[in-house]
């Protein structure tokens, strides 16, 4: 987990998969991207082109604590 609560850990991915420009959780400097931006594959992988830090959001749901 990324953050102190799982109510702010739900609200990153939420933001993340409504498309808004989020910072990085990690070093906080730089806008998350697509991990795959050439391939368009999938929009449930980011990285932060500052620490490189990358976050599988299926993964960070799977593993989010029971409330």
Known sequence: MY???REEE???LK??????KVPCPV????FLEY???KAK????EWKCPGCGEIFRTINMLMDLPEK
């Open 15 to 20: 933001k993340l998969w409504s498309k808004e």
């Open 35 to 37: 991990l795959h931006k």
């Open 3 to 5: 953050f102190k609560t």
């Open 10 to 12: 739900v609200i990153f």
């Open 27 to 30: 070093c906080g400097h730089e």
């Open 41 to 44: 594959k999938s929009d449930t």
